[in-house]
């Protein structure tokens, strides 16, 4: 199973919205509505920031949303705030015998 | 509070064995699924397997299928990664985490174990 394709970096201004791709196949992003998103900094844990393409865990900011289109997921990050500058990494469900993969991950970077 | 505590870093010499651990707390241990997750020197994250502790059923990533073995010893609340023979490639920082109730997503993450292999 290769890894999902997102770009290697996106920036934006405070302010601004961003948003970032995240390419697969029909076996796993395009097959189940299990895409999921990871805000990291540095020297950090990985931070659950969407669920099932655009569901929002309690205490995440609604700033952050997510849809699918097809093989393509994003998120999209609008009011961008210098605490938003981080790697971000999509995953998604990929069935039962390699059930998931990530993708190689965005550094976002706030001008 | 859910909680995944993970054991210290380690620094071992190539060819030699390693356990490190993942402890939950603050909810339901063999409910949850709880995953392990490698992350090289500046690169992504790649997803190794996972482990239900109810009835230790796991599965593997292709990629890692016969180079580590995933347990569980619930009535510690403790999942474990191990390595019998460990490689200079095996150098990284490992995560547990843990898969939410819903979906496929993984909604709480340990504070990583990083794992230094050295001759």
């Known amino acids: 199973q290769s890894a999902l394709t997102q770009p290697r970096s996106v920036s934006g201004s405070p302010g601004q919205s961003v948003t970032i791709s995240c390419t697969g196949t029909?076996?796993?992003?395009?097959?189940?509505?299990?895409v999921s998103w990871y805000q990291q900094h540095p020297g950090k844990a990985p931070k659950l920031m969407i669920y099932?393409?655009?569901k929002r865990p309690s205490g995440v900011p609604d700033r952050f949303s997510g849809s699918k289109s097809g093989n393509t997921a994003s998120l999209t990050i609008s009011g961008l705030q210098a605490e938003d500058e981080a790697d971000y990494y999509c995953?998604?469900?990929?069935?039962?015998?390699?059930?998931?993969?990530f993708g190689g991950g965005t550094k976002l970077t706030v001008l | 509070e859910v909680q995944l505590v993970q054991s210290g870093a380690e620094v071992k010499k190539p060819g030699e064995s390693l356990k490190i651990s993942c402890k939950g707390s603050?909810?339901?241990?063999?409910?949850?699924?709880i995953g392990w997750v490698r992350q090289m020197p500046g690169k992504g994250l790649e997803w190794m397997g996972i482990?239900?502790?109810?009835?230790?059923?796991?599965r593997y990533s292709p990629s890692f299928q016969g180079q580590v073995t995933i347990s569980a010893d619930k009535s510690i609340s403790t999942a474990y990664l191990q390595w019998s023979s460990l490689k200079a490639s095996d150098t990284a920082m490992y995560y547990c985490?843990?898969?939410?109730?819903?979906?496929?997503?993984?909604?709480?993450w340990g504070q990583g174990t990083l794992v230094t292999v050295s001759s």
């Open positions: 099932d393409v655009s």
């Open positions: 995953c998604s469900y990929a069935g039962s015998y390699t059930p998931w993969v």
């Open positions: 603050g909810y339901s241990f063999t409910s949850y699924w």
């Open positions: 029909s076996s796993d992003v395009g097959g189940y509505n299990y």
């Open positions: 482990i239900y502790p109810g009835d230790s059923d796991t």
């Open positions: 985490a843990r898969r939410g109730v819903v979906g496929a997503n993984f909604d709480y």
